[in-house]
């Protein structure tokens, strides 16, 4: 016999913004501004049951149990770096599931979380892009992460909210799951939810340019924008979408996204792999791109994973590169590789993804040919 799995036909009240939670409450009689009080007890207050939710009636908590819930996406695993990174894998369905990972540092702690179950767009020294795509995370999934990340490290940050910065560096690309991302961006940023500042959120993208274009009118968080190459032959390949929207048509959005708030700079990631990307006349390439720009560049070493044959840029290299760019005048940082040892690294999310769909934009070979 097929055994019956049980559905919860409960709302889930976790990835509800203020405006759906008003709608919420209208349609069971209740006034608008229990949306503010449940906002508050589920983000600020980490609630996990209505009964916790002592300004609310005792008629209206019980009602709230039949027809809502707070779900929390399931917690696979918790590890923790010698460096203190802690990384969850968490169940997204049907045996797949995505990473986050908490970085913590002096005066901050930044959460990367993770937008897609996999990546549709195939960019070459991407483990979650290796896995291919297969779906996105819905607005609970996704502010899930955050509501996880603060409920499980409060008593490790003395009552604090742990979480002060969020980065849409996981798993996924977040603007091409934009229908999920902009409310999770509205919880994040409500007085009533996390309170977060647009300084303190920053959304990473591969550069899908018409959603860009809207990112900069719906919300304006902090961008980051993953270059990775100073040239389109270059970024064809390390890069698929480029081939859709190439290198000046990016900037270009990038700058008018600059624009709408000013003194606004943009993050430009540039992934230094061995002999790929890392010349300098590279390092001269990119600098005449963004000289005299809002842009800041922020050089990631590769992180290795298996199955790629990429290598990191050898040190010297990387300090070469960045001095280069630092004598152009841009300003230039090198990322610390944390949590390397769980693997929880830039690019190494991989969680567990069963390929359904991929975007074949890629050449065959993984290592294009450069110099
Ligand atoms: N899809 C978004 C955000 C997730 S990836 C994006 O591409 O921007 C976050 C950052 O990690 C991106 O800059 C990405 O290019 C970089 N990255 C991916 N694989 C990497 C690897 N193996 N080593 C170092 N950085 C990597
Ligand atoms: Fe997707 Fe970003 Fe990885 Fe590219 S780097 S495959 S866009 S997650």
Not at 125 to 145: S, Y
Not at 151 to 171: C, D
Not at 272 to 285: C, E, F, G, T
Request: aromatic share 6%; net charge positive; hydrophobic share 40%.
């Amino acid at each position: 016999m097929i055994p019956v799995r049980k559905v919860d036909t409960r709302t889930n009240l976790l990835g509800l913004t203020e405006s759906q939670l008003r709608n919420f409450f209208a349609e069971i009689g209740e006034k608008p501004f229990r949306a503010r009080q449940v906002l508050q007890w589920i983000h600020q207050r980490n609630a996990a049951t209505f009964e916790e939710m002592t300004d609310l009636s005792k008629a209206l908590r019980s009602q709230l149990d039949s027809v809502a819930s707070i779900t929390l996406p399931g917690v696979i695993s918790e590890q923790t770096s010698a460096d203190g990174t802690v990384k969850w894998l968490f169940e997204s369905g049907a045996g797949q599931a995505v990473e986050t990972v908490f970085i913590p540092e002096p005066g901050r702690g930044t959460l990367c979380i993770s937008s897609q179950v996999g990546c549709a767009l195939d960019c070459s020294f991407c483990a979650t892009g290796a896995q291919g795509f297969n779906r996105n995370l819905d607005v609970a999934e996704i502010i899930g992460q955050v509501a996880h990340a603060n409920r499980n490290l409060a008593a490790r940050a003395n009552g604090q909210p742990a979480v002060s910065n969020v980065v849409f560096m996981g798993m996924g690309e977040p603007l091409a799951n934009y229908r999920n991302v902009i409310p999770t961006l509205e919880i994040l940023l409500s007085d009533f939810g996390y309170g977060l500042s647009r300084r303190r959120i920053t959304v990473s993208t591969s550069g899908i340019v018409p959603q860009l274009e809207k990112l900069g009118d719906d919300c304006n968080v902090s961008l980051a924008v993953s270059l990775h190459a100073p040239d389109d032959a270059l970024r064809d390949v390390l890069v698929p979408i480029n081939r859709v929207h190439p290198i000046a048509t990016l900037l270009d959005a990038c700058w008018r996204y600059a624009a709408k708030r000013a003194n606004r700079f943009i993050t430009f990631e540039y992934v230094m792999l061995r002999d790929v990307n890392d010349s300098l006349q590279h390092a001269d390439k990119l600098a005449t791109l963004l000289t005299g720009r809002p842009a800041k560049i922020n050089l990631i070493p590769f992180n290795p994973f298996t199955g790629n044959d990429y290598a990191r840029s050898r040190t010297r290299t990387i300090e070469q590169f960045q001095g280069r760019l630092r004598q152009r005048g841009l300003v230039a940082t090198t990322r610390r590789t944390r949590g390397d040892d769980i693997d929880a690294a830039c690019g190494q999310l991989a969680g567990k993804v069963r390929d359904r769909v991929r975007v074949r934009l890629r050449e065959k070979g993984r290592k294009p040919a450069t110099r």
